[in-house]
């Protein structure tokens, strides 16, 4: 069944080719296909379109079918276009007439649009609290190691100490960075498409505010085209929210596998959260956070996947749309995936806690003698070239201490105020 049915078949081929991977990923948003689909039809029984009788009668065949997504018994078989389709033939199949109704003054355009905007809605809040549990274990372990120094790297040379409380607390306010990225995207999704129609709007007297009101959107989508115009920029503001979390996690991931070599050694992780190989029986590798910085380097393509997808094309609907799906359904998945692994595995990460008794690390303590010179009296310049000459003739004896005070430093890691900004961040939306 499709919706746009004249009474005469299609080529195979080209069905094939035009419906492509869409039942399959339809099936994620067939929960949001009825919800939508609800709402709509109490707004015809508002505006005197469905009886009484009619409308109780809708309500109740989509909470059967509500039932059997949530049951995991729902299908989209191939003789159906889309979760649209299908929706409809159930309905129609039940109801008769009354089925045939439930698609009166809307069109599939701005069926699928409010599918994906309530999807995208459901998505992003599940992804920020997957972010916020994340982001209180890194502070959890950035207080617990909070005295454990850690060398700091710069053009990949020895350069200050760092801690275990700097590096795990740098990663997590970088997080509220990006769930500013992912507020700004929910207020783009946050809008309410539905009865945009086909694009251009529809003579019967619908009442969108109705249906804003009953799906919970924030605000109406208020011109028609501009709501049709917004499919694929809400989708590419997601992709970017996406890409810079993605970013932040492939960075750590990349450190955790720089400092489990043995090189590093900074840190390690128990036996069963990493693998082996087949032939070197002392091998402990860091798959699970390669696999990570790899899919979170493919997600971060994402944007501009869906930004060539969308480029040229004018305003109005156009098929291209239908292939955003594609990229983003699976890369939200796989984001989610990788966030829930990160936190599983970091809760039992080992610290080295004798880093910087290494002689390799006696330099990262240079500065640290050109400050206390300096505060002694020492003009910075003089106190730098003291300290310069001693290390040139390898007389530098290093005093592995630190003495830093002031906030976002190692002896001041302020982790009370980057919690207030998460939870001003996450206030932000509402």
């Known amino acids: 069944m499709k919706l746009w049915d004249k009474g005469f078949s299609t080529d195979k081929k080209i069905d094939l080719f035009t419906v492509g991977n869409d039942r399959e990923l339809d099936l994620v948003l067939a929960k949001y296909d009825v919800e939508g689909s609800l709402a709509h039809a109490k707004m015809l029984h508002k505006i005197g379109l469905l009886s009484d009788e009619e409308i109780e009668s ?14 995991g018994e729902f299908e ?26 439930i698609h009166t003054a809307r069109s599939r355009n701005d069926q699928v649009l409010v599918d994906v905007h309530l999807y995208l809605r459901d998505e992003l809040k599940e992804i920020r609290g997957l972010v916020n549990d994340f982001f209180e274990l890194l502070l959890e372990l950035s207080d617990k190691h909070k005295e454990v120094l850690l060398p700091g790297y710069t053009h990949f040379q020895v350069a200050m100490p760092s801690s275990f409380g700097m590096w795990f ?27 945009s129609a086909a694009g251009y709007g529809s003579s019967f007297p619908i009442d969108r505010d109705f249906t804003t009101e009953a799906m919970e959107f924030a ?3 208020v011109n028609s085209v501009a709501a049709q115009m917004s499919r694929g920029k809400t989708e590419r ?36 959260l990493t693998t082996g190989s087949s032939i070197m029986p002392h091998k402990k590798n860091p798959d699970v956070f390669e696999l990570i910085r790899g899919k979170c380097n ?7 996947e869906l930004t060539m997808i969308i480029n040229n ?27 829930e692994m990160f936190t599983f595995s970091l809760k ?12 390799i690390y006696d330099y990262l303590f240079t500065v640290e003698e050109v400050n206390q010179l300096v505060q002694e009296g020492t003009p910075f310049r003089d106190a730098y070239k003291i300290v310069g000459a001693k290390v040139n003739k390898g007389e530098f004896q290093p005093v592995k201490k630190v003495s830093h005070s002031h906030v976002g430093s190692i002896g001041n890691l302020g982790l009370d105020r980057i919690r207030q900004k998460m939870v001003k961040a996450n206030a932000s939306h509402k």
């Not at 740098?170 to 700004?184: F, G, K, P, R, T």
């Not at 810079?244 to 043995?262: E, N, P, R, V």
């Not at 039992?348 to 002689?359: C, R, W």
Request: charged fraction near 25%; charge should be negative; proline fraction near 3%.
């Open 76 to 101: 989209i078989e191939e003789s159906f276009e889309d979760v649209h389709s299908k929706v409809e033939y159930l309905l129609t199949q039940k109801l008769g007439d009354t089925g045939k109704k």
């Open 169 to 195: 607390s740098a990663y997590a306010e970088s997080l509220i960075d990006d769930v500013y990225m992912i507020n700004a995207a929910y207020r783009v999704v946050d809008q309410n498409p539905l009865g």
């Open 298 to 304: 493919r997600i971060q393509s994402l944007p501009y």
């Open 219 to 221: 605000e109406l989508k």
């Open 237 to 272: 503001n997601v992709a970017f929210a996406m890409s810079s979390l993605a970013g932040t996690l492939s960075k750590f991931a990349m450190d955790i596998c720089l400092y489990m070599s043995q090189n590093f050694g900074f840190v390690s992780f128990p036996d069963e």
């Open 58 to 71: 809708v309500k109740k065949e989509l909470e059967v079918i509500s039932n059997q997504i949530k049951k």
């Open 348 to 359: 039992n990460i080992q610290v080295n806690k004798e880093v910087v008794d290494q002689k």
């Open 313 to 339: 094309l004018p305003s109005g609907y156009h098929r291209d749309l239908q292939l955003l799906k594609e990229g983003l359904i699976p890369g939200i998945q796989t984001l989610k995936s990788c966030l």
